[in-house]
């Protein structure tokens, strides 16, 4: 055979939701083997990086080899469940890939979250293994626990060659855990099928390819970590995993240094990025194709910096609760339109999802009338881990169709795109974060000597903040209070002004005027600098000083 006969190599086929039709022809991959083409395509290829350390698709790959391999000698198996305190890093990537290799279910859960709620999520969870990344005390007994020296270790170690255990399309992938409304957090678990059809409907819209180059911001226990990594990575493109300060100099800077075509930022940081808008220019961002911006209402105003300042690049406004699978619906905005002041439609739903607005159990049709907005199809979670009658609130069947009612009021406009108006609920978002006010609330009033609490989202030097209102004779039950939400809710949960008021407010049905105690706050806060105040006798409210003193 002569050197010209010598057959070539033909590249392995990414998986079926790459934009290439060859590619489309082949069935998808098991979860576990969804690098494993870009590993055999371009091993030496970077793959992710996180300003520290970066790998390869081909150490990418080993690693999550090796930690399959070390993950099935501790019993790990088929529909498993392995939780990861997750952390911003490279290595997060190898987690989630090795165990799905094992047929497992990854878990990914806040690291910084207080000991208490971690303990209390893993006793619901019962974890196969827990994995650390760093070497801190064990939070249970009773599990399998792993700080990052052994990690370190499995990784370093063999990583045998063999194919992925194969999960069912109704086994679960992954599970993410949100703020819920009865006190407890809620486990969305999602679908092998969910997530598969999602990667093929989102990236129609997204459009990454092998050449794209990823701005990751998401941290791993929010879901749109998978959106902008996981998804990424199994089409052969790079990652960057920022976890720097969210200051806007230093992500632009990044984004131009590392010559990103993808920006998803939510819209808290998308702002921090546009800052005042003059850097939003081709020289600061000069290899941008696409910006997309979600999980919370963006202002027009950003979005119209950059539909001005880059016409060419595509901006995309997206909307999807984790109990859909990270994104069903998105809204690709044409020019920017200097006169809106409301904010722009969420769109249309993904193929592969059905969406209906319904009002007192109609669907509802006409441009310009609120109604619930029913997300369903292929994409709806499988439900919340074991919680079946919290799955069946949320969960309804209309002619053979699965839908999540969101709580979120929608309505059309005149072009048939969905527009975002509200929540029927208490349900917030801070910063892409999901943060239901009433988990909070029903904290402080499990704490002794409460009588009554509000909570709400309130104006505070230009941005949104959570207040409390502690209604209780003695105000030194206040302190208490604090204490106990320290124990138990994460950082981002807690509230940045808290008051105690010595008699109870309530409406004319009884209730807590909760609309009364927080216009009376946000006013006396709008002037101080104060994070503690006292509601007076006679109505007005007086900031505190660290002893408590008015």
Not at 258 to 277: D, F, K, P, Q, W
Not at 286 to 292: A, E, G, N, R, Y
Not at 390 to 401: L, P
Request: glycine share 8%; aromatic share 6%; with cysteine.
């Amino acid at each position: 055979m002569t050197e010209t006969s010598l057959p070539v190599a033909l590249p392995a086929p990414l998986p079926p939701w790459s934009l290439d039709p060859a590619d489309q022809a082949f069935p998808p991959p098991a979860l576990g083997d969804i690098v494993r083409a870009a590993a055999s395509n371009w091993p030496d290829r970077p793959a992710v990086h996180d300003g520290r350390s970066g790998l390869t698709f081909a150490e990418l790959e080993r690693q999550a080899r090796a930690l399959a391999a070390w993950l099935s000698e501790q019993g790990v198996g088929h529909g498993d469940r392995v939780a990861i305190l997750a952390e911003k890093c490279a290595i997060m990537p190898v987690l989630a890939i090795g165990i799905w290799k094992c047929g497992a279910v990854y878990v990914p859960l806040d690291a910084a979250q207080p000991v208490p709620r971690l303990r209390s999520l893993l006793g619901r969870l019962r974890p196969r293994v827990v994995i650390a990344l760093d070497d801190r005390e064990p939070a249970v007994a009773d599990v399998r626990w792993a700080g990052r020296t052994e990690l370190d270790a499995a990784l370093s170690g063999p990583a045998p060659e063999r194919p992925a255990v194969a999960h069912r399309p109704e086994d679960t992938a992954y599970i993410i855990f949100t703020s819920g409304s009865t006190g407890e957090p809620k486990g969305v678990e999602i679908s092998v099928a969910n997530l598969v059809a999602y990667f093929g409907n989102h990236n129609e819209v997204l459009r990454f390819t092998p050449a794209s180059r990823v701005f990751s911001l998401s941290p791993f226990h929010f879901d749109v970590s998978i959106e902008d990594t996981l998804l990424p990575l199994s089409l052969g493109a790079f990652v960057h995993q920022f976890r720097g300060v969210h200051a806007g100099a230093i992500m632009r800077t990044i984004i131009k240094r590392e010559r990103i075509t993808h920006l998803i930022a939510v819209s808290t940081l998308l702002t921090m990025i546009t800052e005042n808008g003059r850097h939003v220019t081709r020289e600061n961002f000069p290899c941008l194709q696409m910006v997309m911006t979600g999980a919370e209402v963006c202002d027009p105003g950003v979005i119209n910096v950059w539909k001005t300042g880059l016409p060419e690049v595509r901006v995309i406004n997206a909307y999807g609760p984790t109990e859909a699978t990270i994104v069903c619906v998105t809204h690709e905005i044409e020019r920017a339109d200097a006169e809106r002041t409301s904010s722009y439609p969420i769109g249309r739903p993904l193929r592969g999802v059905a969406a209906r607005i319904v009002e007192d159990g109609a669907e509802v049709h006409e441009h310009g009338r609120a109604g619930e907005l029913w997300i369903g199809g292929e994409q709806v979670m499988r439900g919340y881990f074991g919680q079946p009658e919290e799955t069946a609130r949320r969960v309804v069947e209309v002619d053979g169709v699965r839908y999540y009612r969101t709580g979120d009021m929608c309505s059309y406009d005149e072009d048939g795109n969905i527009v975002f108006r509200g929540r029927n609920d208490d349900e917030v978002k801070l910063a892409g974060r999901r943060i239901h006010l009433g988990e909070i609330r029903q904290i402080v009033l499990g704490s002794p000597g409460v009588e009554r609490a509000a909570v709400a989202l309130v104006p505070r030097h230009g941005h949104d903040v959570i207040a409390l209102v502690v209604m209780a004779p003695d105000r030194a039950v206040v302190e208490d209070v604090e204490k106990r939400l320290a124990d138990l809710l994460p950082a981002y949960m807690r509230p940045a002004l808290v008051a105690w008021s010595p008699v109870l407010t309530v409406s004319s049905t009884g209730k807590t005027d909760e609309k009364l105690l927080m216009r009376r706050l946000a006013e006396a806060a709008g002037g101080s600098s104060a994070t503690h105040f006292a509601f007076t006798p006679a109505g007005g409210v007086e900031p505190v000083d660290g002893d408590g003193d008015v």
